[in-house]
């Protein structure tokens, strides 16, 4: 994919520009003067930027070993190209790709000598006649470990750094949301992204025009939810979690190993990000922003695509945060609440966790929105654009819930999913039907004659508590394999009764029927 800048010069100037410190390991005027060397002898624009890829690693290995050039012996590049292959994405040690770093090094330290800025230029041709011998690559395994003959170099080995450092990462990035584009808007996925669209969107049609101009958001924030948020229908995973089990590992219909090697580990940190809101506190030397989360308090540092002269006067931030909590999604949201609206807001969203959390009592924060994004999506976007909600005053008598355990050989239970799936109820909707169904089970000594029945009368009260689906009781009976309806309402009444089930009952409340709740 072709560098957004114009030539491999302005990246180096914004390298450096982003933090000055890198000149105490390369001086930029040295970078820059051995790739205009490298210009001169004839490379390509491309090749010089593989070059100053090199040169880039070779600064990180020096920034994590706290050693500098003139000081770096064959065992040192022997130990960096064994460190670059463990924490450099973009970086395998195998034979080619040690040569190719080995000889940039070498063109450098050649160029530094000539400079009088080293002393010696021999080390990079050293350690590459330990590594590279007879056409193959000796001494490292492909992963950057030592090989068993050399294991004792581990012992000195240079820390790994706690996250996978990826170079150009905004490239790759772009370059495979267009392969993930293109893999969800196979018909295959058609119901999932109208289901999604009408979960981010929908919501909105009940307001005043204006108010709605002020909270839509662009198609690539839709797809930053889709493809981080929301869950499918069928799997109930992420749509980044489905695309990497299916391309990414050995077994997947889809897995393509080349395109597995260069994408899994980009895949794995986005299957890591998180839905956050966040303060900034402040900026650091570097151009990064001290935050604080605004749910939890927790504190971090971030590369946020902003500039310092943004107004952060009572804003606060919704994004995805991934790559070991330092780096953001460009798809950030800042959005102007005012103190007493955020306080409001906060207790809302408290009150809507804590009722969810009746039914997952391990969900803290993190949990409820991993669960629940579209609440908080919703409700941080009604709350900026001056929406006037009601707070959240709902009792429960549910308070220490413990769910049945489930016999999934159970005939209505085989019912239940037989009966939802064909008309596209989620996973998550099945699975707390099921749920309700297993809890009055345990509740009752009653035989359970007819299968069908007791299914329909399952659904019936799982539709009617969490009051989000537009089925009226004949329509209900219609999708339940055509259930009398006298019977059905009569099962169903039985089984609310002995459940003692609530409206938006919290042990078996879904995403969209919480959501309700919180706007209602």
């Not at 080995?102 to 230029?121: I, M, P, R, T, W």
């Not at 900026?283 to 540092?301: I, N, S």
Request: with cysteine.
């Amino acid at each position: 994919m072709e560098n957004i800048k114009d030539n491999v010069y302005d990246v180096v100037e914004d390298f450096y520009a982003h933090d000055e410190g890198w000149n105490a390991l390369l001086r930029q005027e040295y970078a820059e003067g051995f790739l205009r060397q490298e210009a001169w002898r004839g490379k390509k624009n491309s090749e010089l930027y593989h070059t100053w890829d090199h040169l880039t690693i070779l600064c990180l290995y020096l920034g994590s070993a706290e050693t500098f050039l003139g000081d770096m012996n064959a065992d040192d590049f022997i130990d960096c190209v064994a460190w670059c292959g463990r924490n450099i994405s973009e970086f395998t040690p195998d034979y080619q790709n040690t040569k190719a770093f080995l000889e940039s090094c070498d063109g450098l330290f050649k160029y530094l000598k000539s400079k009088n800025a080293v002393s010696n230029d021999t080390a990079p041709q050293a350690a590459a006649a330990l590594l590279l011998q007879n056409d193959k690559m000796n001494m490292i395994l492909p992963d950057g470990n030592f090989d068993d003959e050399n294991i004792e170099r581990a012992w000195d080995a240079t820390p790994n750094v706690p996250a996978k450092i990826f170079l150009n990462i905004g490239e790759r990035l772009q370059e495979l949301l267009e392969v993930l584009h293109r893999f969800f808007e196979r018909e295959y996925f058609r119901l999932d992204l109208d289901r999604a669209a009408f979960l981010y969107y929908g919501i909105l049609m009940g307001y005043d025009a204006d108010k709605k101009e002020d909270i839509e958001e662009t198609s690539e924030c839709f797809w930053d939810y889709f493809l981080f948020d929301y869950h499918l229908l069928r799997s109930d995973k992420r749509p980044l979690e489905f695309f990497y089990e299916r391309t990414c590992v050995p077994d997947g219909s889809d897995y393509n190993e080349a395109f597995a090697k260069r994408n899994s580990d980009v895949l794995e940190e986005l299957c890591k990000a998180r839905l956050a809101v966040f303060k900034i506190d402040s900026f650091t030397e570097d151009g990064a922003f001290y935050c604080t989360d605004w749910l939890t308090g927790e504190k971090y540092t971030l590369s946020l695509p902003l500039e310092e002269t943004v107004d952060l006067n009572d804003a606060i931030l919704l994004g995805h945060i991934f790559y070991n909590e330092s780096m953001i999604m460009n798809y950030v949201s800042c959005l102007k609440i005012g103190k007493v609206a955020q306080k409001r807001l906060f207790n809302t969203l408290k009150d809507c966790k804590e009722w969810y959390g009746i039914q997952d009592p391990t969900a803290g924060w993190e949990g409820f929105v991993e669960r629940n994004p579209m609440v908080l999506r919703h409700m941080v976007f009604l709350y900026s654009a001056f929406v006037n909600l009601n707070s959240f005053s709902y009792e429960t008598a549910h308070r220490n819930y413990v769910p049945a355990e489930i016999d999934y050989h159970d005939k209505v239970v085989l019912r239940i999913r037989q009966m939802m799936e064909p008309y596209h109820f989620s996973e998550q909707d099945i699975k707390l039907v099921i749920r309700l169904w297993a809890d009055f089970k345990a509740q009752t000594s009653r035989e359970i004659r007819m299968p069908d029945i007791w299914a329909a009368g399952a659904i019936y009260d799982f539709i009617k508590a969490n009051g989000v689906y537009n089925y009226d009781d004949e329509k209900i009976a219609e999708l339940c394999r055509n259930a009398p309806v006298d019977v059905m309402r009569r099962v169903a009444k039985e089984i609310w009764a002995t459940l003692g089930m609530e409206k938006h009952d919290p042990r078996y409340i879904n995403e969209e029927g919480l959501l309700l709740m919180a706007l209602s």
